[in-house]
């Protein structure tokens, strides 16, 4: 079972503000499902890495892509050809 | 290239359509003036692309999705943006920001999801064709509820590359329309190798569908009539079973003890996925911006809340707690162990039969509003997540209705046999016309 706190303490790890209003019913759905997925707790085996892969990087040489004014179109907030963001400290 | 100009200005009523393109523009080719829908999660340039949040309200795609580029290329009219269930995080469409589709079949049920409003915009009759995606059944779920054809192609047959993921382990791009022939004309046109995906194989589909299907052994797993599946379902389907039968399939009961934990493995991979994934919605780059007087972390949180719906919020939180330390082993890995198994099942029955067939979907369509908890919403997807765990392809066909409500044969076959597949959707399909 998760508590209220740790649900807080997850939305806090993932940036996902929760409202106090919401907290009782995020927690009660979570851990609802939370108690289906124990039963993987049952599951043999080991992870599976999927079918053999390989590296397809491509050499490093420039090629074609957006323009700077199309890669800024979207953003609301720029400055000298740079996205603006809130600060970090 | 010349171009020509299609008018459209269909009568949505269903709510198929977020964004519709009045004059859309089209050229010569294979699909020449052929208006075509596509899921709202699917970049098309100039034609803003939201996912069905409002995290990405007035976002406007500097460039298209590899597919759109195809469709395209064939001439197409890309008519509009098709409602989901935001970000594809839903079985209903219900979870779209901007309202529910409803379904043509029975506007007071919905249309399933993810890629609702594509399904729905075909059975309405509005758009021959459609893209949707399928991340644990978004394509066949829907194709069932609205009595369309839907494929989920093999993982790694069409590119993802402007496709906004949601988990990329799981999802592909794939082609619904009101008939096999067009869904596999659809496939043929965005199929192919895409050096942007770095996960695409080169294995372009070419094919023309044949009924006939004499001596094609078809598996039946005794767990895609188990639990939770209306008996009334299965009787529709068993009857499409017995179609083919009488066409020369042989028919043939095997076991896929799997399945008893791949819709909690689907859950946990796909759901931390999401936790990575979602984390670039941030307000910077698109969408609304952040309070750039704030601090990075109660701007980003304020943004997140305002912006993603609850279950986007839940997805995010549940993959976030999947990987977190201390949990990581219990769930995450546990379900990476089960996608293991899934896959192995697959290979062995696929040594043993050519494809397998079962229901789409436990039940028909729900009400609107029937599935108001997210568990139960989560369990009607166990017909489908398999295929995605596995990333083996997957058609939906209609196989007739129960009360009025449309029912989905589901195919599944080997990895790159999606020719095996669209052949007994086709056989099927051929041989129950009146």
Redesign the interface.
């Not at chain 1, 790890?13 to 409202?19: G, K, N, Q, R, V």
């Not at chain 1, 996205?83 to 400290?89: C, G, L």
């Not at chain 2, 910077?284 to 304020?302: C, L």
């Given at each position: 079972m998760?508590s209220e706190n740790d649900?807080e303490h997850?939305?806090e790890?993932?940036?996902?503000?929760?409202?106090r209003d919401?907290l009782e019913g995020?927690t009660t759905?979570?851990n609802?499902?939370?108690e289906?997925?124990d039963?993987?707790?049952?599951?043999?085996?080991?992870?599976?890495t999927?079918?053999e892969t390989c590296n397809?990087l491509?050499g490093d040489e420039v090629e074609p892509s957006?323009p700077q004014d199309?890669?800024l179109?979207?953003?609301?907030?720029k400055e000298e050809g740079f996205?603006?963001?809130?600060?970090?400290? | 290239m010349e171009k020509e100009i299609l008018s459209f200005h269909p009568d949505d009523r269903f709510h198929a359509f977020l964004t519709t393109v009045p004059e859309a523009p089209f050229s010569r080719g294979r699909l020449s003036g052929i208006p075509v829908a596509v899921k709202d999660n699917i970049s098309t340039a100039g034609i803003e692309t939201t996912c069905a949040s409002r995290i990405l309200k007035?976002?406007?795609p500097?460039?298209d999705a590899t597919v759109v580029g195809l469709l395209r290329k064939e001439g197409a009219a890309i008519v509009g943006k098709t409602n989901l269930d935001e970000f594809g995080m839903g079985t209903t469409t219900e979870n779209s920001a901007f309202g529910p589709t409803l379904n043509p079949a029975d506007p007071s049920r919905v249309p399933g999801g993810s890629s609702g409003g594509s399904a729905a915009a075909i059975a309405a009759g509005m758009v021959p064709m459609a893209l949707g995606t399928d991340t644990g059944g978004s394509i066949r779920c829907p194709a069932a509820f609205c009595g369309i054809v839907g494929l989920k192609p093999t993982y790694g047959r069409v590119s993802r590359y402007g496709l906004i993921a949601y988990a990329n382990?799981l999802e592909q791009i794939g082609p619904m329309a009101g008939t096999v022939t067009d869904t596999n004309l659809l496939m043929e046109v965005i199929s192919g190798y895409d050096?942007r995906d770095?996960t695409s194989v080169d294995r372009p589909y070419r094919h023309t569908p044949t009924p006939e299907i004499r001596g094609v052994r078809i598996g039946v797993p005794e767990e895609f009539f188990g639990e939770g599946v209306d008996p009334r379902v299965a009787s529709v389907v068993w009857e499409a079973i017995s179609l083919l039968e009488r066409k020369g399939a042989e028919v043939i009961t095997c076991r896929m003890p799997s399945m008893?934990?791949a819709l909690?493995?689907y859950?946990?991979t796909c759901t931390s996925e999401a936790?990575s994934n979602l984390?670039r919605f941030?307000g910077?780059?698109?969408?609304?911006?952040?309070?750039?007087?704030?601090?990075?972390?109660?701007?980003?949180?304020?943004r997140?809340?305002q912006g993603?719906g609850?279950e986007v919020?839940?997805r995010?939180?549940?993959g976030?707690?999947?990987l977190?330390s201390g949990y990581y082993g219990?769930?995450y890995?546990?379900?990476?162990?089960?996608?293991?198994?899934v896959?192995a099942d697959y290979e062995r029955l696929f040594s043993e039969v050519d494809v397998l067939a079962g229901p789409t979907m436990p039940t028909v369509a729900f009400r609107l509003g029937e599935k108001s908890?997210?568990?139960s919403m989560?369990l009607s997807d166990i017909l489908t997540v398999p295929a995605n765990l596995a990333?083996v392809p997957a058609v939906s066909v209609p196989c007739g209705t129960l009360d009025g409500l449309p029912v989905g044969l589901q195919i599944t076959g080997r990895w790159f046999e999606e020719e095996q597949v669209m052949d007994v959707a086709y056989a099927y399909e051929q041989g129950a016309k009146p």
């Open positions: 998760v649900v997850i939305a790890l993932a940036d996902i503000a929760i409202e919401e995020f759905r979570f609802e499902i939370l289906y997925f039963l993987l707790d049952q599951v043999q085996g080991e992870a599976s999927g079918p397809i491509r957006l199309s890669v179109a979207n953003a609301r907030e996205f603006k963001a809130p600060r970090v400290m | 007035g976002y406007i500097p460039y382990s050096p770095s008893a934990y909690a493995a859950y946990v936790s984390a941030d910077i780059r698109y969408g609304t911006p952040p309070d750039t007087k704030k601090t990075w972390h109660e701007s980003f949180q304020e997140r809340r993603f609850e919020r839940r995010i939180l549940l976030t707690f999947a977190s219990k769930y890995a546990k379900a990476q162990a089960a996608r293991g198994n896959r908890d997210p568990l989560y990333g």
